[in-house]
């Protein structure tokens, strides 16, 4: 008998990483070491399952450093990272085959294409005798344990937040497991070999000066904005020239920070002051929620009045929109911020989001498949859920009258042009009462700044107010 059971504690266990590169707080990780079993840890980069969803250009930069990140800190405690490109069902059922592996876990994915596909690959597994684990790690609340009182997903998220806090509070986060078992390595892939970092040319440059990926970054910006910050969010959040946010979304998203880590920590350190800091984690799961309900939501608005919307077809407006060339000082900051770092201030995002819907009147789905390809946190919930939110067709969306004038929001958002001086250099010599308006400045002003209208900084691509007037009638038509 006790032979028996030594030779079963030599039977491997495989680890399935997803969006969940860390060792902390990840149940998925904690229940196969509990088991006792010699670990193998597996990471497949399926990019036709995600079909047209495939990771974009940024997030496929971050993809490599945070697993170079996971590879050394599972090597650290004498586990490999198995890296396979291809079906992850042929890369799963494959390694089962070299290692003699009698149980599989993972922590399960919401995206549509991931359900069926996990629901697939768990059904095969049983069918053959392989014990399936699968846990949640990556949300506060499972999409199906929120239902309005109707038995319905939630579609405004006031009700919805409510509800999510009148459940009891998110367990207390995992420590990483105290000791692993590392079973003999099959072969791998070579990180290197895959080419998700950029050569020709090698466009990452301020992304490397922006972020470090990595469990251990995410850890450090955590702690610190829990310190310093969190209990100042809700006052600093907008300021668009302060350090007043977490800049925790690509860790999040990619898994190298779980949401109960986030929650527990910001709760200790500013108590009830951390509220407004939680409700974005509640926006998350709010679109989380709003994608499993409703998988077609990146690809056909919610609201089906706009299906037949008259969107322009305009690749100049297109074009100048992605270059962060508007004329919009606050637009072209934004756009600029996002092709240096990969990532947008939240407000800078809905304003620069809310001038191509409502003042080109271009597709909402243009700039969600740019954010998609250009953000190092590129979220398919978050995004999809946000640009229909903006365009108004989607669940709690902004009212179709609500066209936000980047002026305005700019001399509100950034008074002192601090956020417009980093992005638009050439407009750094602008006093604070022009440098959202250079069209209105004295040609003496322009000139002492070195500003030279339609030359150093374009006009703008449109009138505010007239887009607005069209925007409105489009709307009101639908």
């Keep these: 008998m006790a032979s028996s059971t030594r030779s079963a504690r030599e039977i491997p266990a495989i680890v399935w990483f997803r969006d969940d590169l860390r060792l902390s707080d990840n149940p998925a990780l904690s229940e196969a070491a509990a088991s006792g079993a010699p670990l193998v840890a597996l990471y497949v980069l399926d990019d036709a399952a995600m079909g047209e969803w495939r990771l974009g250009a940024a997030s496929r930069w971050w993809l490599h450093y945070s697993l170079a990140s996971l590879e050394a800190d599972l090597a650290a405690r004498g586990v490999p990272l198995v890296l396979r490109r291809g079906s992850s069902e042929l890369a799963l059922f494959s390694l089962l085959g070299e290692t003699k592996a009698q149980s599989v876990y993972w922590n399960r994915l919401y995206e549509p294409w991931a359900v069926r596909r996990d629901g697939e690959i768990k059904a095969r597994l049983g069918a053959e005798g392989v014990k399936a684990r699968s846990f949640n790690a990556s949300l506060l609340f499972e999409p199906a344990s929120l239902r309005t009182a109707q038995g319905e997903p939630y579609r405004v998220f006031t009700p919805f937040w409510r509800a999510c806090?009148?459940?009891?509070?998110?367990?207390?986060?995992?420590?990483?497991?105290?000791?692993?078992?590392?079973?003999?390595?099959?072969?791998?892939?070579?990180?290197?070999?895959?080419?998700?970092?950029?050569t020709k040319p090698d466009w990452a440059g301020g992304l490397r000066e922006a972020w470090k990926p990595g469990e251990s970054e995410a850890k450090a910006k955590l702690s610190d904005f829990a310190r310093k910050r969190a209990a100042k969010y809700g006052k600093t959040r907008d300021a668009l020239g302060e350090d007043g946010v977490s800049r925790l979304s690509p860790h999040l998203h990619f898994g190298e920070v779980s949401p109960r880590e986030i929650w527990w920590a910001v709760k200790s350190e500013a108590g009830s002051a951390a509220d407004a800091y939680l409700r974005q984690l509640g926006w998350r799961e709010f679109s989380r929620h709003l994608l499993f309900a409703n998988p077609q939501l990146p690809e056909n608005p919610l609201?089906?009045?706009?299906?037949?919307?008259?969107?322009?077809?305009?690749?100049?407006?297109?074009?100048?929109?992605?270059?962060?060339?508007?004329?919009?000082?606050?637009v072209d900051a934004g756009m600029r911020e996002l092709w240096r770092t990969?990532?947008?201030?939240?407000?800078?995002?809905?304003?620069?989001?809310?001038?191509?819907?409502?003042?080109?009147?271009?597709?909402?789905?243009?700039?969600?498949a740019w954010f998609w390809d250009t953000l190092v946190d590129a979220d398919l919930a978050n995004n999809a859920a946000s640009w229909q939110w903006i365009a108004g067709c989607g669940a709690d969306a902004a009212p179709y009258f609500r066209v936000f004038n980047p002026t305005l929001q700019g001399e509100k958002l950034d008074p002192a042009g601090a956020y417009v001086r980093r992005f638009v250099p050439e407009l750094a010599k602008l006093d604070a009462k022009w440098i959202h308006r250079p069209w209105a400045a004295p040609a003496t002003v322009l000139e002492s700044a070195g500003v030279r209208l339609g030359e150093t900084y374009p006009f703008p691509i449109v009138d505010h107010a007239s887009a607005r007037a069209r925007a409105l009638a489009a709307y009101a038509e639908r």
Aim: net charge positive.
């Design 165 to 198: 806090l009148a459940q009891p509070s998110p367990e207390p986060p995992l420590p990483a497991p105290a000791r692993l078992r590392g079973a003999p390595a099959p072969a791998s892939e070579s990180l290197e070999d895959w080419g998700l970092l950029p």
């Design 303 to 330: 609201d089906k009045s706009f299906a037949r919307f008259p969107w322009r077809k305009d690749s100049a407006g297109l074009s100048a929109w992605r270059k962060g060339r508007t004329g919009y000082p606050l």
């Design 342 to 368: 990969g990532y947008m201030h939240n407000r800078a995002r809905l304003v620069a989001a809310s001038f191509l819907i409502k003042h080109l009147l271009i597709d909402w789905r243009e700039g969600e």
